[in-house]
């Protein structure tokens, strides 16, 4: 974990915000019991973690694709080509939203900007350190020209929802959804 206590007390203000504007549907499905507090997500978000990207074309179109999440310091971060379709569309639409999914049993949605970070200026040696500590023992040294080739971004969050089911994970049948007491009939 990553995060200093002005980091979690800022992700405690942006998920607490959320979900006091979520609409009904989504609070009945992220009941209180089911969302992850800003420590306990930070504690659960470490190392990689697979994020969809969603960026918008010039005509508005979405656009979603796979990268490597890093969550540091209360944000996420990812990296790719500079000259990637993503980093095209944030230089001209930061506007983004991505979502890890690793199963039924985690949900992390962040909606945000994603601000373009260059990783190897002093400013970002922890961000750089974080990166070589979780990348260099899965990939080797030849890890290293992938990162000084990359772009990176990370996501200043305008809203993020959690949603956390630990026993979905451990094999348990799922419990019983919610009713919607809204009827077709």
């Not at 019991?33 to 005509?59: H, I, K, N, P």
């Not at 039924?104 to 922890?126: F, K, M, R, S, Y």
Request: with cysteine; proline share 8%.
């Amino acid at each position: 974990m990553h995060e200093r206590p002005e980091d979690l007390a800022a992700l405690r203000a942006v998920i607490d915000a959320s979900y006091e504007h979520a609409g009904a549907h989504l609070q009945a499905i992220h009941a209180p019991e089911r969302r992850l507090d800003a420590e306990a997500l930070a504690e659960q978000l470490t190392g990689m973690c697979l994020l969809v990207l969603a960026t918008t074309t010039r005509d508005g179109h979405p656009i979603t694709g796979p990268v490597d999440g890093i969550f540091y310091r209360g944000r996420f971060h990812f990296g790719s080509s500079p000259d990637s379709v993503r980093f095209r569309h944030i230089r001209s639409r930061p506007e983004v939203s991505a979502t890890h999914l690793p199963g039924e049993h985690l949900a992390v949605t962040v909606h945000g900007t994603a601000e373009v970070v260059d990783v190897g200026a002093p400013e970002h040696a922890e961000l750089r350190q974080t990166l070589l500590d979780i990348y260099l023992p899965r990939y080797g040294d030849d890890w290293l020209q992938v990162l000084n080739g990359a772009t990176y971004a990370r996501i200043h969050p305008r809203r993020m929802f959690t949603f956390s089911m630990p026993e979905l994970d451990a094999g348990a049948p799922p419990a019983a959804p919610p009713t919607d007491r809204r009827s077709s009939a």
